[in-house]
């Protein structure tokens, strides 16, 4: 059975339609990769399906249970939890307190030194062992985004929606990234990737499902998705088909 | 589970009461009467930064609910015991301060200022009517605690609510609510998208400062004598408090108390030799904060405690 399902879904902005009659299905232990060009409506799913915007018609479905129309919080509560485009921390807070937040409200609820626990245990998980105590103003660039995914994984959530979350890192990183996310593949989690580096689409996905103007155009492994006409007109135009 | 430190911090905090409790066996006169506005702004600030300290949501709704307060003992005193009446305001308040919260919290920024200020004038124009309506233009309270002074009962009685508002405060900043709260003022976006019900969770902060200033405006009302509207509602008790809060500074619990003092003890001394003079002091103090302390002197105090730390 999928574990979270987007039947018909469409979203309006006025006269402009960002997601038109979309849908796809996400197994339980699978990554997902979500591409298309820019502007093609991959950021508007994402926040449609952890609640950030209302749908306009359509439906998300968790585990059978639909979940669109709910607020965000009643949403991360249920288990989707979500990193954002642009890293957003807890700025008057350490490292260790804004995982602590993801431990102690998330999807499962912990409090007192069980949620500290919880905590450090999803630092050490993403390589921040030791920098508990540091003030986010503190860390580099890799690290901020390391802290969201702690702070999004101490909630033990179903689904884990990563909205370009290797967006902006230097090679070296990028390879530290992708390595982290393939651990947390490994351990079996569902995560759907918004993404626009290939080389991690193709590395760390199951499946892929591409978006060009608010539509899926294409859906199968990376490597069909990849070679589709469709797809390769979409990011490079007629000519190159 | 309490530390060892946690229970110094409650012996040296009843201690502090304690002392204090002795003012009136001092002196009954001047000095008493200064405690007393001490103690008031205390409550009044220290409640007020538990909600906009975190959130950073400035209410000007003090003065709202700290004239209910006068109006439900003006109203009852004659009929119902003094010490109730303290608790039912504080319900009444909590009451109203939920509702504007469910209606206002959603408002950001500057809206919500506007509206908290415009909610005392509300109150005061509606108790205003209905007085004409019956005919009275204020209300007297005469409250006689025997061999007691009204000073003196008034000066005891806030002092049990700064200790009511201090361990309240230092339960909230323990609890998951007062977790939520400081997530809501960091960002409130993640609030949400952790899990956090940030409407509730700011609508159930929003009401202690309400039933608070509601309650220390019961508490108040046999030193005024005689209410009326214009006095039980002024606007410039909302600001004192905001500018009292903010000077002290509203990230910490201690904080409000460090502002209370300096400034009323000023503004005694202002009003009393150039008593035209006191919104000149407000308008200052809001500069200093604005331009020097956007911490309050809690800030400044961290930042030399900070460096004496960094130098050695």
């Known amino acids: 059975m999928s574990i979270l399902s987007l039947r018909n879904v469409t979203k309006r902005f006025g006269g402009l339609v960002a997601v038109n009659d979309f849908g796809f299905e996400v197994e339980e232990h699978m990554v997902l990769g979500l591409i298309g060009p820019n502007g093609s409506g991959k950021s508007t799913t994402l926040n449609l399906i952890s609640g950030a915007l209302p749908l306009t018609d359509g439906q998300i479905m968790l585990e059978g249970r639909p979940i669109s129309g709910l607020p965000p919080q009643d949403i991360a509560r249920l288990g989707v939890a979500r990193t954002f485009q642009l890293v957003r921390l807890l700025p008057s807070m350490t490292v260790l307190e804004n995982v602590i937040a993801g431990a102690v409200f998330g999807h499962r609820r912990r409090w007192g030194p069980e949620a500290r626990a919880k905590a450090e245990a999803m630092l050490d998980k993403v390589g921040l062992s030791g920098k508990g105590g540091l003030r986010v103003g503190q860390l580099t660039y890799i690290d901020t985004k390391r802290v969201e995914l702690a702070r999004v994984l101490a909630g033990d959530p179903k689904v884990l929606l990563l909205d370009e979350w290797l967006a902006g890192l230097n090679p070296t990183e990028l390879q530290t990234g992708i390595r982290l996310i393939r651990a947390l593949r490994d351990e079996g989690r569902t995560i759907i990737l918004v993404e626009h580096v290939m080389d991690a689409i193709r590395s760390l996905s199951d499946r892929c499902v591409v978006m060009a103007s608010g539509a899926r155009i294409a859906e199968g492994t990376p490597k069909e998705v990849l070679e589709h006409p469709d797809v390769i007109r979409a990011y490079l135009g007629d000519d190159d088909a | ?312």
């Not at chain 2, 002092?159 to 909230?172: C, E, F, P, R």
Request: hydrophobic share 55%.
């Open chain 2, 1 to 312: 589970m309490m530390s060892t430190t946690d229970i110094r911090t409650i012996a040296i905090a009843a201690v502090a009461i304690g002392v204090c409790a002795l003012l009136p066996l001092v002196d009954q006169g001047y000095w008493l009467s200064i405690g007393v506005s001490i103690a008031m702004f205390t409550v009044l600030a220290t409640s007020w930064a538990l909600f906009s300290g975190p959130t950073h949501y400035i209410s000007l709704a003090t003065a709202a609910f700290f004239g209910i307060g006068t109006y439900v003992t003006g109203s009852f005193y004659e009929s119902v015991s003094f010490w109730l009446l303290l608790p039912a305001a504080a319900i009444v308040g909590g009451l109203l301060a939920g509702i504007v919260g469910l209606a206002t919290l959603r408002l950001s920024g500057v809206y919500f200022v506007i509206f908290t200020l415009g909610l005392a004038e509300l109150v005061r124009q509606v108790i205003t009517w209905a007085q004409n309506m019956t005919g009275h233009r204020g209300t007297y309270v005469l409250l006689d605690f025997g061999s007691r002074s009204v000073e003196e009962v008034i000066y005891w009685t806030l002092l049990g609510l700064a200790a009511i508002v201090y361990l309240a405060g230092w339960l909230i900043g323990r609890s998951r609510l007062g977790f939520a709260l400081r997530i809501i003022g960091d960002d409130e976006e993640v609030a949400r998208h952790s899990g956090i019900n940030t409407a509730r969770a700011k609508v159930l902060l929003f009401m202690v400062p309400g039933a608070v200033a509601a309650a220390t405006g019961a508490a108040l009302a046999p030193r005024y004598v005689y209410i009326e509207p214009a006095l039980a509602f002024t606007p410039l008790l909302s600001f004192q408090v905001v500018i009292m809060a903010l000077l002290g500074g509203a990230g910490r619990l201690w904080g409000p108390l460090v502002g209370v003092i300096p400034f009323t003890l000023l503004w005694e001394v202002i009003s009393a030799t150039f008593p035209n003079q006191t919104t000149l002091l407000l308008g200052a103090a809001f500069l200093v904060i604005v331009y020097v302390l956007p911490r309050g002197f809690v800030g400044l105090l961290e930042r030399a405690r900070a460096r004496a730390g960094g130098g050695a």
